[in-house]
């Protein structure tokens, strides 16, 4: 894997130079970062993220750097929208100016001068994130052939009004994206820039939470992605991947606005979202074109889940078992067995990769089916996939309208039991089965009755 240094200096406005290479990265290992990376540089052509970056974030060392990564995305291909939060900003100009900072439940009550207070403090950090960006097209190794960094007056709003008892004033909600105009900007190559402010159709301007402006035009907008660079404290570990059940569990116990935000947006057709810490070098890049990412991310609960194989499949079987095949732990199958046999295979792939693989072998005499080949890739037996393949199988032979499960293993005996199956008799194999049974390998049957 390529180092985060090096990562840092591809998303970077700075140009590169031998001196900033350096000697710690070896040509090798720069090879093996873009081999794993280019069939995602293929595959996020053309897709639309939305990317939010809290104001946090921006009062880091290294917001350069991470601009430089989101000007990289655009370079790369992707259509990006950016959207900034702006909270510390905004409290900092409160606090010297001796004004009150009012937060009830996590939104700001926005009087009149607060929100003047906001605006220049939107204002000026979006001319400073304007500045980097543009810096990070004009510089090598960036070229952007687009016309650049764009903002505008693209979403309205309305009022909170109030909540609890609690008067908002003009912190506002977000009406409407305007999609239309969104769309023809990222046609041409632009990066859209979204600030947390905008004006309600009777002409009253609102401040705003930059996640849910984030969250709205991911929505509106369809987008692929939904990025979230923001610290979410030592209090909240997040796993590198969630589901959306997983997800409102999680919430459930932390209350966490921008996961209401995130939930919504994956829930409406959003694809994927990611929430990537701003300390980590070259997380936005590592997160988004490797395979196994550095981050949390969040989906339908699609990602990761098995279904039925096809011929396009068989090599990445063949890859996945035959280290366990020479070890003995699995039976051994030609290419031309697997061929003839893909349509009892069920597999798991991740972003063209088979990660998972497993068959089952109906015998309709017998009313049951033999589940065999179960197999996980080693870097990916954290979670759950290896008994949601197991589950899958078995549902495949429920549907059949058989009555029992059976398999042969000579390593996975106490696993199967902690899914309730149970041992059983040689005699008690369909006659087939008895008859091909290898006695070198002294496999334990096991079963589970499922109807």
Same mark, same amino acid.
């Given at each position: ?48 993220? !939305? !990317? ?8 880091? =060392? ?24 702006? +909270? ?19 939104? /700001? ?16 950090? /979006? ?16 070229? =952007? =052939? ?10 309205? %709003? ?14 506002? +909600? ?12 990222? !046609? ?26 984030? *969250?709205?035009?991911?929505? %509106? ?43 919504? *947006? ?8 990611? &929430? ?14 490797? /395979? ?5 991310? &969040? ?81 990916? +037996? ?16 429920? +549907? ?40 070198? /390998? ?10």
């Amino acid at each position: 894997m390529v180092s985060c240094g090096i990562l840092r200096l591809l998303g970077s406005p700075l140009p590169l130079s031998s001196r900033q290479f350096g000697m710690s990265v070896s040509n090798q290992s720069l090879v093996g970062f873009f081999r794993e990376a280019a069939p995602y540089i293929h595959m996020h052509q053309g897709k639309v993220f !939305v !990317v939010a970056i809290s104001g946090e974030a921006l009062e880091r =060392n290294n917001a350069p750097e991470i601009l430089g990564d989101i000007a990289l995305l655009s370079t790369l291909g992707a259509r990006i929208i950016l959207v900034h939060g702006a +909270r510390p900003q905004i409290d900092k100009q409160l606090s010297k100016e001796n004004h009150p900072s009012d937060i009830y439940n996590g939104l /700001r009550i926005t009087d009149d001068k607060t929100l003047a207070i906001a605006k220049k403090a939107i204002g000026q950090l /979006r001319i400073d994130i304007e500045n980097y960006l543009n810096q990070a097209f004009n510089k090598p190794p960036i070229i =952007n =052939n687009g016309p650049g960094v764009l903002s505008g007056n693209l979403l309205s %709003t309305r009022p909170v009004g109030i909540l609890d008892g609690v008067d908002h004033l003009l912190t506002g +909600r977000v009406r409407k994206i305007n999609t239309m105009l969104l769309e023809q900007l990222l !046609v041409q190559s632009n990066i859209i820039l979204m600030s947390p402010i905008g004006h309600s159709p009777i002409g009253q301007t609102h401040n705003l939470r930059y996640e849910e402006v984030a *969250a709205c035009t991911a929505t %509106t907008i369809k987008a692929d992605k939904l990025i979230i660079i923001q610290d979410m404290g030592d209090s909240l570990q997040l796993p590198r991947q969630l589901n959306l059940n997983a997800l409102k569990q999680l919430n459930k116990h932390h209350a966490i606005p921008l996961l209401d935000d995130i939930d919504i *947006a994956v829930s409406s057709g959003v694809n994927r979202a990611h &929430i990537i810490q701003p300390s980590l070098p070259g997380g936005v890049i590592l997160e988004l074109y490797t /395979r196994d990412g550095v981050s949390c991310m &969040i989906d339908n609960g699609d990602y990761d889940t098995p279904r039925p194989a096809n011929e396009q499949d068989i090599q990445g079987i063949i890859e996945l078992i035959t280290p366990w095949q020479l070890q003995g732990i699995l039976a051994k199958r030609s290419r031309e067995q697997i061929e003839a046999e893909i349509n009892y295979f069920s597999v798991i792939e991740r972003d063209g990769r088979i990660i998972g693989c497993a068959a089952l072998y109906p015998h309709k005499n017998h009313s049951s089916a033999e589940l065999a080949c179960l197999v996980i890739d080693p870097k990916y +037996r954290s979670g759950s996939r290896g008994s949601n393949l197991a589950e899958h199988m078995i549902d495949k032979a429920r +549907r059949a309208g058989l009555e029992k499960v059976f398999l042969l293993t000579t390593q996975s005996i106490d696993w199967f039991k902690e899914r309730g199956f149970e041992e059983m008799d040689l005699g008690e194999l369909p006659t087939s089965k008895q008859l091909t049974y290898n006695t070198d /390998r002294n496999s334990r049957a096991l079963s589970l009755t499922i109807r």
